[in-house]
């Protein structure tokens, strides 16, 4: 990521904010709990929480920012405990997802944990209107998971597949940029503009989750990659294929087959047919509008680091 550093104490804040608060008392709730904080992952949604907090806020910085930064981290880290279960993944975040470490159950359990830690968070700064945001926010995305689950193994049109992934991840990065804009008094114009760089970079955020589940070292990424075809998932690089004119019949063959090379060999005709360079434009699309809606925003160093986040969502390999 990069260095945030003008955020980087309220960063350490939300660090501590997360190690208060998933603390626990009984030694095997404390097990999970701490297994869940030794790896931190990119911790780009609080980020997005506190830079468009900074960059909005009219007056002092309130005490608030650090409060929902930390909330939604705990949101997102929710959520992949559960995607994991759905997804049938064994790492995340460089280690064996915790699903694999202690159980299916288990991961059910500490999911609705993260969830109701981070909705008391929320509660307790007394501002409903973030709160019910938070909440589109799981119910948005669970509906996303939900159709894209009942999806599996169907051919979805490049629009559905555009719809899936605004509700999976181009709200919740919108609403972090909302949340914080929020939280901070931020202007009418100065928030929407924040809301909408959130969703650019959420879409190109997906779009390229996806493009690295085709090509990135799983090393680097600290995830399984290949599993979305496994899953029946079919992402921007298969879909743009499969309606190509050139492409398309072999691949349909190959997903209709199904046999045991399916991943190496649908993996090489995307990359003959251009299918990953066309994801990577479409996502530097979405990166320039994000970049464009900053325009609105008031500048500054906080511009330019969330600026650099959207530099930084283009060319990342983990
Ligand atoms: C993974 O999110 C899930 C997606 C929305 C693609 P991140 O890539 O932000 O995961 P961490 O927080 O860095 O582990
Ligand atoms: C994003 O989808 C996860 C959520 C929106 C919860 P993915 O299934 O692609 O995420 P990874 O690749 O497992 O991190
Ligand atoms: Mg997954
Ligand atoms: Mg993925």
Redesign the pocket.
């Known amino acids: 990521m990069p260095l945030f550093s003008v955020i980087a104490s309220h960063m350490l804040a939300v660090d501590e904010r997360l190690k208060e608060v998933l603390e626990q008392h009984n030694p095997v709730v404390r097990e999970v709990s701490d297994y869940l904080q030794q790896?931190?992952?990119?911790?780009?949604?609080p980020a997005l929480v506190l830079l468009a907090g900074r960059v909005g806020a009219i007056g002092s910085l309130s005490f608030d920012l650090v409060e929902v930064a930390s909330a939604v981290?705990m949101i997102?880290?929710a959520?992949?405990v559960h995607?994991d279960i759905i997804d049938k993944a064994e790492m995340?975040?460089g280690m064996p997802a915790v699903r694999s470490r202690f159980s299916d159950p288990v991961a059910v359990l500490s999911g609705d944990f993260l969830f109701a830690r981070a909705f008391q968070i929320l509660a307790a700064t007394r501002r409903p209107e973030l709160v019910d945001l938070a909440a589109e926010v799981v119910y948005v995305m669970s509906t996303g998971e939900i159709s894209q689950h009942l999806d599996q193994g169907r051919i979805a049109s490049e629009e559905a597949y555009w719809r899936r992934i605004e509700a999976?991840?181009g709200f919740?990065l919108e609403a972090c940029c909302r949340l914080g804009a929020t939280a901070a008094h931020a202007s009418d114009p100065v928030r929407e503009a924040l809301g909408q760089y959130g969703h650019h970079i959420g879409l190109a955020?997906?779009v390229i989750?996806?493009l690295l589940d085709w090509v990135a070292n799983p090393n680097v990424l600290?995830?399984g990659v290949g599993g979305d075809l496994e899953l029946g998932i079919y992402t921007l690089p298969v879909i743009h294929a499969l309606e190509d004119p050139r492409f398309g019949e072999d691949v349909r063959g190959m997903l209709a087959k199904k046999d045991q090379d399916l991943v190496k060999n649908v993996g090489r005709v995307l990359s003959d047919s251009g299918a990953f360079d066309y994801c990577r434009q479409r996502a530097a699309d979405h990166l320039r509008r994000a970049q464009k809606a900053l325009e609105q925003v008031p500048e500054g160093i906080e511009r330019q680091e969330l600026a650099d986040v959207a530099d930084f969502v283009g060319a990342r390999e983990?």
């Open positions: 790896a931190s992952g990119k911790r780009l949604r981290e997102h880290m959520t992949l995607d995340r975040r999976k991840t919740f955020y997906q989750d996806d600290g995830k983990y």
